[in-house]
């Protein structure tokens, strides 16, 4: 679709529709992302704490499998989160297109605005978000592990 590119009804339908049902998964996707923090948070503190209860009873190799698990978790969790943040960027830039062929008014269209913003904040606290998590739950693993191998 270029610019200014006018539809007939049966297209405006159609792009109507998909628009509606890509903005529902736009905003799934985004929960999802905002799930897979949550419970990476939980998932590494309910570990650790688990982990340290039961330190008497799970000893050696698997306490330390136990103790990285964390790590284990957070990795995937925020490859997961950066796939989706892939495909939101996708899904954005489709519609952006999709606006511009309603041919808004200038400055109208979300996708179109939020394409040509600056303002980055939110793509990266997420990344910084994870990169910390993972920094966190690697140290946490390592001091967790000395301090139970004592």
């Known amino acids: 679709?270029?610019?200014?590119v006018m539809v007939d009804?049966?297209?405006?339908?159609?792009?109507?529709?998909?628009?509606?049902?890509?903005?529902?998964?736009?905003?799934?996707?985004?929960?999802e992302t905002r799930t897979l923090e949550r419970n990476a948070v939980i998932s590494s503190g309910a570990?650790?704490?688990?982990?340290?209860?039961?330190?008497?009873?799970?000893?050696?190799?698997?306490?330390?499998?136990?103790?990285?698990?964390?790590?284990?978790?957070?990795?995937?969790?925020?490859?997961?989160a950066w796939?989706?943040?892939?495909?939101l960027l996708s899904m954005g830039k489709y519609l952006a297109e999709v606006e511009k062929a309603f041919v808004l008014p200038g400055g109208l269209g979300w996708e179109q605005r939020f394409a040509q913003s600056?303002?980055?904040t939110k793509s990266l606290s997420a990344t910084v978000f994870w990169v910390c998590l993972l920094f966190i739950t690697a140290l946490g693993a390592a001091l967790l592990g000395a301090i139970v191998s004592k």
């Open 118 to 120: 600056t303002d980055k």
């Open 9 to 31: 009804e049966n297209q405006r339908e159609f792009l109507l529709k998909e628009f509606e049902r890509l903005r529902i998964e736009i905003d799934d996707s985004v929960k």
């Open 47 to 80: 570990i650790w704490a688990w982990a340290l209860v039961k330190t008497g009873t799970v000893t050696g190799a698997s306490l330390y499998i136990l103790l990285w698990l964390p790590v284990v978790i957070v990795s995937f969790s925020a490859f997961r």
């Open 1 to 4: 679709m270029s610019n200014g």
């Open 83 to 87: 796939a989706l943040h892939r495909h």
